[in-house]
């Protein structure tokens, strides 16, 4: 059984910062793309980002670019999203996603291609 934990949300103030990470189990994340979705009350759920099972490869939705870094730790099977200069626009849920074949890579930015999914975790970014 495949699950996924996420931990790290919380209230930060506009410019701050927060790490997010995502315990996998049931799954390796050396083999799975993971990714990293968020869903703000009254709006559907968007992508944020993934990374493939090399960690040689990364995406990024262009509202985050060059402010989210997604990671992860084989060893621990563990995903990260480190989000600096936060902004109120980044207040929603966020969710830890695996992605639903083995060494898959396509159509990233889609949710439909994930299979397995967190609970979610809130994010709030004051001004």
């Known amino acids: 059984q495949v699950q996924l934990v996420e931990s790290g949300g919380g209230l930060v103030q506009a410019g701050g910062s927060l790490r997010l990470s995502c315990a996998a189990s049931?799954?390796?994340?050396?083999?799975?793309?993971m990714g990293w979705f968020r869903q703000a009350p009254g709006l559907e759920r968007e992508f944020v980002a993934a990374?493939?099972?090399?960690?040689?490869?990364?995406a990024y939705a262009d509202s985050v670019k060059g402010r989210f870094t997604i990671s992860k730790d084989n060893a621990k099977n563990t995903v990260y999203l480190q989000m600096d200069s936060l902004k109120p626009d980044d207040t929603a849920v966020y969710y830890c996603?695996?992605?639903?074949?083995?060494?898959?890579?396509?159509?990233?930015?889609?949710?439909?291609?994930?299979?397995?999914w967190g609970q979610g975790i809130q994010v709030t970014v004051s001004s």
């Open positions: 996603t695996t992605y639903r074949t083995a060494y898959g890579w396509g159509a990233i930015r889609r949710a439909s291609e994930y299979d397995y």
């Open positions: 990374i493939n099972w090399s960690g040689g490869s990364s």
């Open positions: 049931g799954r390796a994340v050396r083999t799975y793309t």
